[in-house]
């Protein structure tokens, strides 16, 4: 059944949750989330990303910053000293990093709903991480995995966290029973409209996306027209050959003729193994997905884990920058909304060469 609070409830919970921020990852004072705006802020993606002397690996490392922190950005340098592939580098405090595991974040609390449809809210988080909990009454509350900014959820429920304000009770797609809680203020609630269809009039199949390896580049056709054009990572190609290694599971982005045949909003990846340990495998609400070899989970998908577009990084999958998987989820067919979790259909044309 659908899930409303009562207004004593909701004011209650609501209003002590944007004023009350003892869980938050970063701030204890909501106002300095107005600060917070003001600042280019990287969230470190890797278990550590090193500080040099200079914008070269070759320099003195000065000091060493660790999975989920985060730094400042000054400004950024493209470094003659490379490396090739991605001689983009940061400006911070005492030094440079290099910027492929430095993720761009921000800070914005968001109201608290008050109700919550039977199908579920899709929402995204827009902090830079959200620690979520479970909660077992032989146990009490735990720490659970972090989710963070960017990734989306679907919410079920509202209600009071361990530090007595509104949280949201969040079911993970890969396993209903995959049960976990985070702070409201943390997710904003994605509007049916933000998912409208892009050129909706368009022949559907006029549009094709262009996958090139070579080039680590994606292109999307109206006909003959391009309306966008993206460095993106796909998958890596590793050491091992596989017909050596029967067992091994291939990383590289299946080439060929494909279609989009499955869109989800937010897919569980990974082991599949939630835990409490922010260097496991787990990938919760990967964002934007629109599966072209669906048998093996092949997707074009935003990415909150890495900047490193240009070169490869999946595990086959085509990731991309979030902004740009939300505008290519819109664009491509089946057309899907706010409220379907998995839409299934034969879609928009896909090449990988």
Known sequence: MNRRISRRDFLKLGLASLGAIAFSPILQDPEQAEEFDGL?????????????SEPSDKSTIIRQHFRDELVNIYYDVISEHGPKYNPLWHRVW???????????????????????????????????????????????WQN???LYYESVHWIRDIVEGPDGTAWYKIEDELDGRNIYYVPASHLRPILPE???????????????IEVSIYHQTLTAYEGDKVVLKTK???????????????????????????????????????????????????????????????????????TYWHTNFGNPMSHGCVNMRTEEAKWLYRWTTPVAGTEIWEKRGYGTRVVVK
């Open 232 to 302: 993106v990572s796909t998958g890596l190609i590793q050491a091992v050959e596989y017909e050596d290694f029967p067992d091994a599971i291939s990383t590289k982005t299946p080439t060929g003729k494909h279609n989009v045949e499955v869109k989800m909003p937010s897919k569980h990846m990974g082991d599949g193994r939630l835990t409490a340990d922010i260097n496991a495998y787990e990938l919760p609400g990967v964002p934007w997905c629109c599966f072209f070899v669906p048998s093996i989970g092949v997707a074009f998908h935003g």
């Open 144 to 146: 659970l995995y972090r």
């Open 40 to 52: 280019k802020v990287a969230r470190v993606a890797t278990r550590s990303v090193s500080v040099y």
């Open 194 to 208: 933000e998912l409208e269809p892009i050129s909706p009039d368009i022949d559907p199949w006029s549009k094709l």
């Open 94 to 140: 005492g030094g440079y990093m290099h910027s492929p595991h430095l993720v761009p974040v921000n800070y914005k609390l968001n109201p608290v709903l008050s109700y919550i449809a039977k199908s579920g809210q899709l929402a995204e988080v827009t902090v830079p991480f959200s620690q979520s909990m479970t909660y077992k009454k032989d146990q009490g």
